[in-house]
T-cell receptor
Framework: NAGVTQTPKFQVLKTGQSMTLQCAQD?????MYWYRQDPGMGLRLIYYSASEGTTDKGEVPNGYNVSRLNKREFSLRLESAAPSQTSVYFCASSLTGIHPQHFGDGTRLSIL | SQQGEEDPQALSIQEGENATMNCSYKTSINNLQWYRQNSGRGLVHLILIRSNEREKHSGRLRVTLDTSKKSSSLLITASRAADTASYFCATDGDGSSNTGKLIFGQGTTLQVKP
């Protein structure tokens, strides 16, 4: 079982470039999430999708947009990348909002 | 802002010893979860304890929850080198919704020496 798959695993961008991070889950989960993790920090929620067709802001949504393409896929877009967005991005999914979350292995993004 | 504060930030023990990590949070919750993160990997769910539970066990893991003190502890007994990882507590925020919006602590980095 693949679980939660994130692509790409690594990316380097220049300030102002745009990029979409992809996430797909094969567990038939309803809820999906995007987090960022900065050095020495826990995860902070960027956006989440409680169910197909819905998205909502988390703690740190500024500078990001998301699309819940279908039940399996949830993408995160940086329209104009900034150095402050250098981070490791994790996608997660759960059966519903009250169930434990399953995480991908992250996308390591550097913005120069 | 982060809901959870974890203590200690780092812990180094010998194989076979017990490891205890603590987590404090600020608001009411429905549940509290513990996750493990190995270096360079995503988080893995360990255990979930509901607000009406005081203690829960899973293998070598024991979690306690004291809602009056807004705190939780994770005990790993008879630690192994493979337990070396970062451990995070996560709460569901204000306790009024089931959206899955988790707030994570900063984590405890555990090193178990062989």
């Amino acid at each position: 079982n693949a679980g939660v798959t994130q692509t790409p695993k690594f990316q380097v961008l220049k300030t102002g470039q745009s990029m979409t991070l992809q996430c797909a889950q094969d567990m038939n989960h309803n809820s999906m999430y995007w987090y960022r993790q900065d050095p020495g920090m826990g995860l902070r929620l960027i956006y989440y999708s409680a169910s197909e067709g819905t998205t909502d802001k988390g703690e740190v949504p500024n500078g990001y947009n998301v699309s819940r393409l279908n039940k399996r896929e949830f993408s995160l877009r940086l329209e104009s990348a900034a150095p402050s967005q250098t981070s490791v991005y994790f996608c997660a999914s759960s059966l519903t909002g009250i169930h434990p979350q399953h995480f991908g292995d992250g996308t390591r993004l550097s913005i120069l | 802002s982060q809901q959870g504060e974890e203590d200690p930030q780092a812990l180094s023990i010998q194989e076979g010893e017990n490891a205890t990590m603590n987590c404090s949070y600020k608001t009411s919750i429905n549940n509290l979860q513990w996750y493990r993160q190995n270096s360079g990997r995503g988080l893995v769910h360990l255990i979930l304890i509901r607000s009406n539970e005081r203690e829960k066990h899973s293998g070598r893991l024991r979690v306690t929850l004291d809602t009056s003190k807004k705190s939780s502890s994770l005990l790993i007994t008879a630690s192994r080198a493979a337990d070396t990882a970062s451990y995070f507590c996560a709460t569901d925020g204000d306790g009024s919704s089931n959206t899955g919006k988790l707030i994570f602590g900063q984590g405890t980095t555990l090193q178990v020496k062989p």
